[in-house]
């Protein structure tokens, strides 16, 4: 079965440098063991990797081990949705590239939200 979007949708990639996505094949798709629901895909700030990081969940350094190069600002990734969901509702959401964010992530956020955060392009 084909993964779709919040608009039901093909999911687009969301990034391969880093290689994003649970099963680290550049997409926020479902897969087995995901707990975490790794669907949502941002254009990750400084804002939010404070805050991911003042949550423990530490973005940015790297961790070799998990093949995680770490994270800087600009950098694609697929969030867990309630931590998306968290930053949000503390008012340091990062924006999200819709058509990357997996039609999942709609159980946890509202459409509107994530709109509200649409990833623009310069």
């Given at each position: ?13 969301c ?8 099963m ?9 063991g ?9 254009v ?16 940015s ?27 949000f509702?503390?008012g340091?959401?990062p ?9 999942s ?18």
């Open positions: 079965m084909k993964a779709l979007n919040i608009f039901d949708g093909p999911l687009e990639a990034g391969t440098d880093p290689l994003t996505g649970f680290r094949d550049g997409h926020c798709r479902l897969g087995p995901d707990t975490g629901v790794h669907t949502v895909c941002a990750v700030t400084e804002e939010f990797l404070t805050f991911s990081q003042r949550r423990g969940n530490d973005l350094t790297p961790r070799p081990e998990y093949h995680f190069p770490g994270l800087k600002p600009g950098d694609r990734w697929c969030l867990c949705a309630m931590r998306w969901k968290e930053a509702d503390a340091c959401a924006p999200v590239v819709l058509e990357a964010t997996h039609l992530t709609l159980e946890f956020i509202d459409r509107e939200d994530l709109a509200a955060h649409a990833f623009q392009e310069d």
